[in-house]
């Protein structure tokens, strides 16, 4: 065992973006590509010395090895204890979790979410706050600006640590504590639920699918739904972590995760489906025959959240980052609670959560959380479902009619348009912006545009002002569209368009999706020229 510094100088293109740093996994295995990401990270937190740090990841191609050298880089720069999931396995709510249960000093998370993984797919690596949640957009700035300025890092050199049972390891000075990545968060989901009215209504005949695409909530379901909860074996399916998730895409949605959906609506669908992502953090809800969208199960979740013990009391207020539908909006309104709008990304949730302003909230992106840790959590969202589904008995159409006959329907879908070029997707963006002035009154496809601004947030915590997050076009009428690049993409830029209309006609409530919101997406192409600028008349993935 010896402790070197290893010089290096700095590697472009280390900004992280909504989530941390994410880039292929061949450019993350490249030399001293991860090493200076982790020293920047160690500068940017102020340094690690004495500090306990939380590390795991979602299994990933890439993840076990990336575990080992912030093993080693933490122990050479002074970490006096780092604890770390078995097998560096630990679901980001997992990780957010053990964050503020053990009073932490932060954690590292690798992984890149809902990314494809695999030599050469997608990998991902970032910090997590004291408080469980994602670093701010102020420490994420200072780790990029280390970035800039990395001229070495200190390393141990040593054997790898066996991590494949729970126990305690020493790295020179520094504890290694390897633990159950599931026990602790199973212990605070039946904290959160009535896990007896679950299991009376799983021992009913009641059926469910979950399903884990291969990724890291496998093991969580197998004990929480299976082991705890009586599910009979087999509802959990694709339950095994894989490197590559089994060459599939571990996002939640109807495009993704067809084999679901294609069992959910078949002649002999369980009661409830769903499925998580490849870090655990999103979900997505399919009752038999019927398909809930991520702002819609955030409406109903916080309609009906009382009905849990851990909610039971009430909500203090709810968020949504911007791009989500208003559907929640509606709903707080009728419960007289805070609705506030952030911007896209969980770490604008974060100062509401620590200040008491809000209980829960969400985004489209099908990631929903209450205040119970500091990120979104999917199979909290599933069980909080079942949770509702338990008390109310009956099914998840039965529930979504009863929702849209009492708040009306925010008929919602997203269109992305993936890997366009980023000078034709940034001169998009600039035309429209440079038009908005113009747009206020202007008719398309037959809605008369209300409203045209670009998206700015001032934190109400902490003052703070985020600029440029969003295009926005209101009607008259309560029918929307935003434009949005997202951030969370390894190749090229991704368009985001999403689309929105309002119905409180009873008898036009069960529409097909994409036919109400005809005319949106009409107007949504004539307004930013969508085809003229990247030459594509339609989207890569609609959800």
């Not at 159950?180 to 212990?187: E, G, K, L, M, R």
């Not at 993704?256 to 499925?275: I, S, T």
């Not at 919101?517 to 030459?535: E, K």
Request: with cysteine.
């Amino acid at each position: 065992m010896q402790r070197i510094t290893v010089e290096t100088t700095p590697i472009e293109g280390q900004k992280p973006g909504t989530s941390g740093l994410r880039k292929k996994t061949r450019v993350f295995m490249g030399a001293h590509y991860l090493e200076n990401f982790v020293q920047a990270i160690w500068t940017g937190i102020g340094g690690v010395e004495g500090k306990t740090l939380v590390l795991g990841g979602d299994g990933r191609y890439f993840n076990d090895r990336a575990a080992q050298v912030i093993l080693r880089m933490a122990a050479a720069a002074g970490v006096r204890k780092v604890i770390v999931g078995r097998d560096a396995l630990l679901s980001t709510p997992a990780a957010s979790n053990l964050i503020r249960l053990r009073g932490s000093d932060g954690g590292i998370i690798l992984s890149a979410s809902h990314n494809p993984g695999g030599p050469d797919e997608d990998f991902g690596v970032k910090f997590n706050m004291p408080n469980g949640g994602p670093a701010p957009e102020d420490v994420t700035a200072r780790i990029f600006e280390a970035t800039k300025r990395v001229k070495s890092y200190d390393i141990i050199e040593t054997q790898d640590i066996d991590l494949s049972k729970p126990g305690t390891e020493r790295l020179g000075a520094m504890e290694i504590e390897i633990v159950d990545p599931v026990s602790d968060y199973a212990a605070l989901m039946e904290s959160l639920f009535d896990f007896d009215a679950i299991r009376d209504l799983l021992g009913s005949g009641f059926r469910i699918r979950f399903d884990a695409m291969h990724a890291v909530t496998g093991p969580y379901a197998r004990v929480i739904l299976e082991d705890k909860l009586g599910a009979p074996p087999g509802s959990v399916v694709h339950a095994e972590p894989l490197p590559d998730f089994g060459g599939g895409h571990p996002d939640p949605n109807p495009i993704w995760a067809k084999e679901l959906m294609d069992v959910m609506f078949g002649a002999d669908a369980p009661d409830f489906g769903a499925a998580s992502d490849g870090d655990g953090d999103r979900n997505m809800i399919v009752g038999w025959g019927i398909y809930v969208t991520p702002s819609d199960s955030l409406a109903v979740l916080a309609a009906n959240a009382h009905l849990a013990p851990g909610y039971a009391s009430g909500l203090k207020g709810v968020a949504r980052s911007m791009p989500t539908s208003r559907a929640l909006d509606r709903v707080a309104d009728k419960l007289g609670l805070d609705c506030y709008e952030t911007p896209t990304g969980w770490k604008f949730f974060g100062n509401l959560l620590d200040d008491g302003r809000v209980t829960l909230c969400g985004e489209e992106s099908a990631g929903t959380g209450s205040d119970h840790v500091r990120e979104k959590d999917g199979l909290w969202a599933v069980l909080l479902w079942l949770n509702i589904l338990a008390a109310k008995r009956q099914s998840v159409a039965e529930i979504m009619t009863a929702h849209w006959n009492e708040f009306g329907r925010n008929y919602y879908s997203r269109h992305d348009y993936e890997g366009v070029e980023p000078e034709k997707a940034n001169a998009l963006v600039d035309e429209l912006r440079d038009g908005l002035a113009t747009l206020p009154g202007k008719k398309f496809s037959g809605l008369v545009v209300e409203t045209a601004d670009e998206f700015a947030y001032d934190d109400p915590v902490d003052g703070s002002r985020s600029e440029r997050q969003g295009i926005r076009i209101g009607f008259s009428g309560g029918a929307r569209i935003v434009f949005r690049l997202s951030g969370t993409g390894t190749v090229g830029a991704t368009l985001r368009v999403y689309l929105e209309n309002v119905e409180t006609d009873p008898a036009r409530l069960h529409r097909a999706q994409q036919e109400a919101l005809a005319p949106v997406i009409a107007a949504a192409d004539a307004i930013a020229g969508i085809a003229r600028h990247t030459g594509r008349t339609e989207p890569d993935v609609m959800t």
